[in-house]
T-cell receptor, first 116, second 113 residues
Framework: DAGVIQSPRHEVTEMGQEVTLRCKPISGHNSLFWYRQTMMRGLELLIYFNNNVPIDDSGMPEDRFSAKMPNASFSTLKIQPSEPRDSAVYFC??????????????FGEGSRLTVL | GENVEQHPSTLSVQEGDSAVIKCTYSDSASNYFPWYKQELGKGPQLIIDIRSNVGEKKDQRIAVTLNKTAKHFSLHITETQPEDSAVYFC????????????FGTGTQLKVEL
């Protein structure tokens, strides 16, 4: 398997623009996570899905952020409108969880977002 | 919610020496404690984990210890090598919590020749 695939790897945009980050989880995994990494706040969980259903979005900073998982092989994280403070590396991760048993998270290589 | 503190934030050791990174957690119900290694430009990768029913686990040069009473756990790397240089993150979660990991703030380990 190719692992978790994220795109784009790098995105530079101007304040106010819409940003869409994409993720393809590992085939067969049933949980998907979006994390944000910054120097100041470290790795923050934004939202996670189980069987394509959002389970916990309490980490989503505000209404400008939204995430979808229309099927088991694709998820998007959208920021609209983007702001300079959204600049960070956004990671997608997937895992296989059975009856709540915590399993290994497999991370993608991240999408580095810069908002000017 | 869970809060995980990690120390030190940076650690520099000589090749061949040991490195120890420590974490504390706040939620006594947490029972799963993984450690992730992040190399430059890549996503974190699991290197070892421990569950609350054991106190120590080893995998070659890496070991993790857990003290549930004190709510702290540590990563020990022996005979460090230059390729061990990376950022290490501890994390905690509750089994049944849907893999919702709370990460520490990370330790930048530098192994010097």
């Amino acid at each position: 398997d190719a692992g978790v695939i994220q795109s784009p790897r790098h995105e530079v945009t101007e304040m106010g623009q819409e940003v869409t980050l994409r993720c393809k989880p590992i085939s067969g995994h049933n949980s998907l996570f979006w994390y944000r990494q910054t120097m100041m706040r470290g790795l923050e969980l934004l939202i996670y899905f189980n069987n394509n259903v959002p389970i916990d979005d309490s980490g989503m900073p505000e209404d400008r952020f939204s995430a979808k998982m229309p099927n088991a092989s694709f998820s998007t994280l959208k920021i609209q409108p983007s702001e300079p403070r959204d600049s960070a590396v956004y990671f997608c991760a997937s895992s296989w969880a059975v009856r709540g048993d915590t399993g290994e998270l497999f991370f993608g290589e991240g999408s580095r977002l810069t908002v000017l | 919610g869970e809060n995980v503190e990690q120390h030190p934030s940076t650690l520099s050791v000589q090749e061949g020496d040991s490195a120890v990174i420590k974490c504390t957690y706040s939620d006594s119900a947490s029972n799963y404690f993984p450690w992730y290694k992040q190399e430059l430009g890549k996503g974190p990768q699991l290197i070892i984990d421990i569950r609350s029913n054991v106190g120590e686990k080893k995998d070659q040069r890496i070991a993790v210890t857990l003290n549930k009473t004190a709510k702290h756990f540590s990563l020990h790397i022996t005979e460090t090598q230059p390729e061990d240089s990376a950022v290490y993150f501890c994390a905690a979660s509750l089994t049944g919590g849907g893999n919702k990991l709370t990460f520490g703030t990370g330790t930048q380990l530098k192994v010097e020749l």
